[in-house]
């Protein structure tokens, strides 16, 4: 299973927003609304941003928000603020491998 | 509170083996699946294996699959994963995750990790 392909980086000014494409194919992304957003901050673990495409934990600010259209995912964050700077990871479901991991995007806050 | 400890990792040779153990509290541990990810140094997460809340539904990456074995003891609250015939690639960091559900496969709630280093 191949991993899905997000772009290696991405920046923007404080108050900006920005969006983090994820793409994958008909036996991924394209199938399932099973797709899911983690930040990481360097040397710490993962965290949960976005489930089910579109849905938030609870705890996580309003400024993030997941769509889909077609065989492609995106993560948008509203207000970018300094402690948004992070990796961003996509994940969906992938029938019978059945998780999938993009490899990642470096979020830079001017 | 929910809490992921994982312990068990370590240098070992090529070939060899070795077992990890994630230990699991703040939450009903038997009502939901479980997960292993890793992620080699300076590289991105990769999605190891899981296994369902009753051990009836199981799954591995294609990298691992016939070398490492998922498992959990739900009266000890315990995760694991037996790991042998250990590659260099291989060599990460492998972090136990909790699903959001039975098998939801969005992990909501990650340890801090244990370093597997494959080296001779």
């Known amino acids: 299973q191949s991993a899905l392909t997000q772009p290696a980086s991405v920046s923007g000014s404080p108050g900006q927003s920005i969006t983090i494409s994820c793409t994958g194919t008909s036996s991924d992304v394209g199938s399932y609304n099973l797709v899911s957003w983690y930040q990481q901050h360097p040397g710490k673990a993962p965290k949960l941003m976005i489930y089910?495409?579109?849905k938030r934990p609870s705890g996580v600010s309003n400024r993030f928000s997941g769509s889909k259209s077609g065989n492609t995912a995106s993560l948008t964050i509203s207000g970018l603020q300094a402690e948004d700077e992070a990796d961003y990871y996509c994940?969906?479901?992938?029938?019978?491998?059945?998780?999938?991991f993009g490899g990642g995007t470096k979020l830079t806050v001017l | 509170e929910v809490q992921l400890v994982e312990s068990g990792g370590g240098l070992v040779q090529p070939g060899r083996s070795l077992r990890l153990s994630c230990a699991a509290s703040g939450f009903t541990f038997d009502d939901y699946a479980m997960h292993w990810v890793r992620q080699a140094p300076g590289k991105g997460l990769e999605w190891v294996s899981g296994i369902s809340w009753n051990s009836g539904s199981i799954g591995y990456a294609d990298s691992v699959k016939g070398r490492f074995t998922i498992s959990r003891d739900n009266a000890k609250n315990s995760l694991y994963l037996q790991m042998n015939s250990l590659r260099a690639e291989d060599t990460a960091l492998y972090y136990c995750?909790?699903?959001?559900?039975?098998?939801?496969?969005?992990?909501?709630?990650w340890g801090q990790g244990t370093l597997v280093t494959v080296s001779s």
């Open positions: 089910e495409v579109s």
């Open positions: 995750a909790k699903d959001m559900g039975m098998w939801e496969l969005h992990f909501d709630y």
């Open positions: 994940c969906s479901y992938a029938g019978s491998s059945p998780v999938v």
